[in-house]
């Protein structure tokens, strides 16, 4: 398994600004994605984020909105940039070697 | 068609009674499969993983699937009121590397 940290767990923001979410792995691992969750739905992942190189979007998130970095292999930051309300939603990342992912706690996020 | 789906319920069940939770899946070429329990206000927490066609049991747990009919699903035996949660089926896809979730679907455990 993997232990994962998130800072903030939470933020209030105003709209227009950016927030950087970090995310730290225990252990290294292969694989590390970044999930957006609204109040009562399931997950849907933004991106997966590559060491050492450019993230991949899935359809309906791109690289100007969220860029994501991943320097290493247990450490990535997602950042929301130019903000809007719609924004507002608790963001997850996830790490873990194959395909069993273990989930950092989770950013609340406001935007106001 | 959803890639995976799972009935939202709520799903309620008596304290000591079998939990059983279903979930379908589109792709045929999917090889990995997983379940996560979210309790309120939580991360989702990996309790299971199956991967070949059969039972595979931990604890109070056990995961069942079947490629033939694309369906995996979650038995929770004697339910205690601290297994109210979401439970959210995930599918690896064939040829991917990535989880496709489920809605979810909410379980109660009524004492």
């Known amino acids: 398994s993997a232990v994962i940290s998130q800072k903030p767990s939470r933020d209030i923001c105003q709209r227009g600004t950016s927030l950087t979410i970090q995310c730290q792995v225990d252990?290294?691992?292969?694989?590390m994605f970044w999930y957006r969750q609204q109040p009562g739905q399931s997950l849907t992942l933004i991106a997966t984020?590559?060491?050492?190189?450019?993230?991949?979007?899935e359809s309906g998130f791109v690289i100007d909105k969220f860029p994501i970095s991943r320097p290493n292999l247990t450490f990535s930051t997602l950042t929301v940039s130019n903000m809007s309300p719609e924004d507002s939603s608790i963001y997850l990342c996830s790490g873990g070697r194959d395909y069993e992912q273990y989930f950092g706690p989770g950013t609340r996020l406001t935007v106001t | 068609q959803k890639e995976v789906e799972q009935n939202s319920g709520p799903l309620s069940v008596p304290e000591g009674a079998i939990a059983s939770l279903n979930c379908t899946y589109s792709?045929?070429?999917?090889?990995?499969f997983f379940w996560y329990r979210q309790y309120s206000g939580k991360s989702p927490e990996l309790i299971m993983s199956i991967y070949s066609n059969g039972d595979k049991e931990d604890g109070r747990f056990t995961a069942q699937l079947n490629k033939a009919s694309q369906y995996v699903s979650l038995l929770i035996r004697d339910s205690q009121p601290s297994d109210s949660a979401t439970y959210l089926c995930?599918?690896?896809?064939?040829?991917?590397?990535?989880?496709?979730f489920g809605t979810g679907t909410q379980l109660k455990v009524e004492l």
């Open positions: 995930a599918v690896v896809a064939g040829g991917g590397n990535k989880l496709t």
């Open positions: 252990s290294q691992v292969t694989m």
């Open positions: 984020a590559n060491q050492g190189s450019e993230a991949t979007y």
């Open positions: 792709d045929r070429g999917s090889q990995s």
